[in-house]
């Protein structure tokens, strides 16, 4: 089972640069599981119809302790198992501390030997890399990380603090920083300015992604554009980055 974490800081593109390959590696036949460490809960909108799910927080406070994994765990396009995490009430409580207990729940009901995913996603808001968002990479739960940057100064500078994030745990034998992955904005010089970055924080602009509307029409309709526009260059894109992060060992 391969177990990456995505971070990038909010409204970058990276919940729907992650539910787009989550719905391309299902399209080349793995079994994914897409985990949405947001308090937003919105990474996994796209892969269900445009519906909000129920989060693994909200669910235990209905519920409590009792539940069962079919109430926090929802297919969604294509086989696609989806989760949110969750978040705290407004103004109570830690949204990191949300995150590692939607994490110990998943663990306790053993989802990942119940569903045995080929590849688990975990989607992580990157503007704070506190203990609970720097779950996924700190307690051995994703192995590789890879940040969605584009050329802005304040995408780019959380980009820097994830990657000293990373590095805190790689002497440790945790995750592994495998590049950035340029979600473009059109910002100008930006290729060159993401490519300075990746020099600073010693590593390598992964993917490309360049910027086009039938991104925003496809999320319009709830839904990714490898489900809505299979056959154009933008599905041929996140395809290629599907692939691309199959092949890294």
Known sequence: MK????YGKGGIGKSTTVSNLSAALSNLGYKVMQVGCDPKADSTKTLMGGNFIPTVLNVL????????????VFEGYNGVLC???GG???GIGCAGRGIITAFEKLEELEAFE???PDIV????????VCGGFAMPIRNQYAKEVYIVTSGEMMSMYAASNISRAVMQFKSRGYAELKGLILNAKNVENEIELVNKLSEEIETDVFHYIPRNPIVQEAENIGQTVIESFIDSDMSKIYIDLAKKIMEVE
């Open 3 to 6: 177990k990456i974490a995505i």
């Open 88 to 90: 705290p009430t407004p």
């Open 83 to 85: 989760v949110e995490a």
């Open 61 to 72: 406070r209905d519920k409590g302790d009792d539940i069962d994994l079919e109430d926090i």
């Open 121 to 128: 996603i975990y989607d992580v808001l990157g503007d704070v």
């Open 114 to 116: 119940t569903y045995k």
